[in-house]
């Protein structure tokens, strides 16, 4: 029973990849706007029912990863080690998502394409704001529940803020430059590491 779900689990993170490659591929080959989702899940050999299966929209291809990383940065925070600095448990909780992006949308011109995108979608833009706000109001009730005490809802919010709007807007800048992956994750450490020297 195990083995039959592990099959059925890679099967579906197969058909979801192969949903996002072939969405790049028509995204780079005819643009955004110009694609659709049947056409998507045609170049996937896959159902659009299928396609809805594994995002909402069209814009949700395109943001695939980053539920995953802000899952990752969750479990950071709710692993706070005792005697776990705040500053410490934000970059640990960062880093895991920094590391996470150059693994899965830096490395392979992800992030670069959807850079690109959403600087021109309007539709695109309006659901990376809306995941962006979700996230960090996710990470900084994680955040006050790590250190009750020490740290009011407003205060979390504040430095969840800083810490992703400073990391999200020097890999932002990098990346239309034309830096490179390892470049564009320098970037993001070095944002981190700013902010983190401000938080006591």
């Given amino acids: 029973m195990v083995e039959r779900h592990g099959l059925r689990e890679r099967k579906k993170q197969r058909t979801r990849q192969a949903l996002i490659e072939a969405a790049v591929r028509l995204f780079e080959d005819r643009g955004y706007d110009q694609v659709t989702v049947a056409e998507i899940a045609d170049a996937a050999e896959v159902s659009p029912r299928t396609f809805f299966l594994h995002f909402q929209t069209k814009e949700d291809v395109l943001l695939a990863n980053t539920d995953v990383r802000v899952d990752l940065a969750l479990e950071a925070i709710a692993e706070r080690r005792a005697g776990e600095r705040l500053s410490e448990v934000l970059v640990r909780a960062m880093d895991q998502m920094i590391v996470n992006a150059w693994d899965r949308d830096l490395s ?77 994750r320098d970037a993001m450490r070095q944002a981190m590491a700013l902010v983190a020297r401000s938080v006591t």
């Fill in 108 to 184: 392979n011109g992800f992030a670069a394409l959807r850079a690109r995108l959403a600087a021109s979608v309007p539709a695109l833009q309006a659901r990376l704001l809306q995941r962006y706000l979700t996230a960090q109001a996710e990470l900084a009730q994680a955040l006050h529940r790590a250190f009750p005490d020490s740290l009011d809802i407003i205060a979390a919010s504040a430095l969840v803020g800083a810490m992703v709007g400073a990391v999200s807007a020097s890999a932002l800048t990098a990346l239309q430059r034309g830096d490179g992956p390892d470049e564009v």
